[in-house]
């Protein structure tokens, strides 16, 4: 059973424009949800993160929406840029419990 | 500070031989935890070491073990290899705070 979910394996957006990744989750005790972008053949990096107590966190181009009723995060790049181009995990933790991740979307920044 | 850091980087065996794979953490971090990432199942959790107790563990069948050393250091073994085992490892760090913070990973191949 999937926890956390990344409905779309894949994502093309134009240079400049807004990349809107998302991520559904089904465990409502979770409280703490992450993002991570992985670059080929690195491991992931920590992009941004979102305690349930917020409903958003901004970090330069980078901001993280949470909607808890709707179990539902999303993760805003603006502007887009060629460097985006990455796979990006959705994932989520319960307090002093193991982190769960989505399966990832990968994001394609066009020219 | 260096990184998460994961020996060896590739690593090729055939069915049914055992592989150790090595972790790093960053210094001062004292929980690591292990993943295994595939194309078709993006990032699962293996099993999550602190102060060399294993706090948490995922879904994995026994021939996967692991342990963590008085330096935090973490060893990962997979016994009695399976073409499915195919994959990339990857170990992360982190203080007591959910930000994991990932090594390169260990891509290992078996034949």
């Known amino acids: 059973d999937q926890q956390v979910k990344q409905n779309s394996p894949s994502l093309s957006v134009q240079e400049g424009r807004i990349s809107i990744l998302n991520c559904d989750y089904t465990?409502?005790?979770?409280?703490?949800f992450l993002w991570y972008k992985k670059y080929p053949a690195e491991g992931p990096t920590f992009l941004i993160s979102?305690?349930?107590?917020?409903d958003k966190n901004e970090d330069g181009r980078f901001t993280v929406f949470l909607n808890k009723s709707a179990k539902h995060l999303s993760l805003h790049i603006v502007p887009s840029q060629p460097g985006d181009s990455a796979v990006y995990f959705c994932?989520?933790?319960?307090?002093?419990?193991?982190?769960?991740f989505g399966k990832g979307t990968r994001l394609h920044i066009l020219p | 500070k260096a990184g998460v850091t994961q020996t060896p980087r590739y690593l090729i065996k055939t069915r049914g031989q055992q592989v150790t794979l090595s972790c790093s953490p960053i210094s001062g971090h004292r929980s690591v935890s292990w993943y295994q990432q595939t194309p078709g199942q993006g990032l699962q959790f293996l099993f999550e070491y602190f102060s060399e107790t294993q706090r948490n563990k995922g879904n994995f069948p026994g021939r996967f073990s692991g342990r963590q050393f008085s330096n935090s250091r973490s060893e990962m073994n997979v016994s009695t290899l399976e073409l499915g085992d195919s994959a990339l490892y990857l170990c992360?760090?982190?203080?007591?705070?959910?930000?994991?913070?990932f090594g390169p990973g260990t891509r290992l191949t078996v034949l």
């Open positions: 992360a760090s982190s203080q007591v705070t959910d930000t994991q913070y």
């Open positions: 994932a989520a933790s319960a307090r002093d419990d193991k982190i769960i």
């Open positions: 465990n409502s005790m979770f409280d703490y």
């Open positions: 979102i305690s349930s107590i917020k």
